[in-house]
């Protein structure tokens, strides 16, 4: 089965400055990934998602963007941090097919002072 | 916006109890997913219905299917204290890939 690795599981930053999250899968081969926010009692957001290396489709515009340099690693970055960027980042995967459910990892709980 | 919106958004029971969450969505769908989630924690998937199921089983869960209602509920019976935690039901949209759509989710606390 899928195993999902994120990191570090919480982070403190100032506003303005710069944010590299990772995510790396093991388990699977040629996985859909995707990032996810939560705000603290909600449900999640879509932030992007990636169907292959390379490839990265954006959900909501925002200051944030993400990579895909190898099949199973996928990076959330922003290059200046703003206040409404604090919440829970999730990384999640599944194998490609209809009717597959996502693994999560434990998410990065991100604080911007 | 969110596709599937869960029902009560708080649920506090006492163990040995049934909890009962309902979940509502808006556009045809592929099929419909239950996670569970402990604080601080990333989402578990519990169970996945398609489209052309109405009923499914897994252990202490039940999760009920409504397509002409758009509605969905999962039922845990016989609740213990390690349940509690946040459930959310996710749609899987035609059309969208294997992209999902979460709710805001039922936050559970059973108490021992």
């Known amino acids: 089965s899928q195993t999902i690795h994120q990191w570090p599981a919480t982070l403190v930053q100032p506003v303005g400055s710069p944010l590299s999250l990772e995510c790396t899968v093991e388990?699977?081969?040629?996985?859909?990934l995707y990032w996810y926010r939560q705000a603290a009692g909600r449900g999640l957001q879509l932030l992007f998602y990636s169907v292959g290396i390379g490839q990265i489709s954006s959900e909501v515009p925002q200051n944030l963007s993400a990579s895909r340099p190898q099949d199973r690693q996928f990076i959330l970055s922003s290059k200046k941090l703003l206040l409404s960027d604090s919440g829970f980042y999730l990384c999640?995967?599944?194998?490609?097919?209809?009717?597959?459910?996502?693994?999560f990892g434990d998410g990065t709980r991100l604080s911007i002072l | 916006s969110q596709q599937g919106e869960e029902d009560p958004q708080a649920l506090s029971i006492q163990e040995g109890e049934n909890a009962t969450m309902n979940c509502s969505y808006k556009t045809s769908i592929n099929n419909l997913q239950w996670y569970r989630q402990n604080s601080g924690r990333g989402l578990v998937h519990l169970i996945l219905?398609?489209?052309?199921?109405r009923e499914k089983h897994s252990g202490r869960l039940r999760v009920t299917l409504d397509t002409s209602k758009k509605s969905s509920s999962l039922l845990i019976t016989a609740s213990r204290a390690a349940d509690t935690a946040s459930y959310f039901c996710?749609?899987?949209?035609?059309?969208?890939?294997?992209?999902?759509?979460f709710g805001g989710g039922t936050r559970l606390m059973v108490k021992p």
């Open positions: 999640a995967s599944d194998p490609r097919g209809n009717n597959q459910p996502q693994h």
């Open positions: 996710a749609t899987d949209e035609r059309n969208a890939g294997n992209m999902l759509t």
């Open positions: 388990g699977t081969s040629n996985p859909n």
């Open positions: 219905i398609r489209s052309n199921e």
